[in-house]
């Protein structure tokens, strides 16, 4: 019985955590916008505070961000919005740029990271 509440209670919470992923990535935007103007120095530096917070809280929770570009394309993990020619020393697969991070539960899966993969032609 215990055990089946503690999966009860997980569900939950990656459900209440899939929905917070969404602000997250909206405070990303944000801060990445504010970035390029001097004038919102103040402003960006707010937003990285609230998004180190919020990325605190989801942890807390058991939530981790999963580490993409420099790795090679899995699709359990990975979801491929694009490819490109491989430049310089960039491997065939290798995830190149990441559009929207990817997320773990623990181990679980909870949201693929959306990607750019590298390809070599041959």
């Keep these: 019985l215990a055990r089946e509440r503690s999966k009860v209670l997980n569900r939950e919470r990656m459900e209440l955590c899939t929905a917070l992923l969404d602000v997250l990535d909206n405070l990303d935007r944000s801060r990445a916008?504010?970035?390029?103007?001097?004038?919102?120095?103040?402003?960006?530096?707010?937003?990285?505070?609230?998004?180190?917070?919020?990325?605190?809280?989801?942890?807390?929770?058991?939530?981790?961000r999963m580490v993409t570009v420099g790795e090679n394309f899995d699709h359990n993990l990975h979801e491929a919005s694009g490819m490109i020619p491989a430049q310089g020393k960039q491997r065939d697969q290798e995830v190149i740029f990441e559009e929207r991070a990817g997320y773990l539960f623990g181990e679980q899966l909870l949201r693929a990271a959306r990607v750019v993969v590298a390809t070599v032609s041959d």
């Design 33 to 64: 916008g504010c970035q390029s103007a001097a004038s919102a120095a103040e402003l960006s530096q707010g937003l990285d505070m609230v998004s180190q917070q919020f990325l605190t809280a989801l942890q807390s929770m058991g939530v981790k």
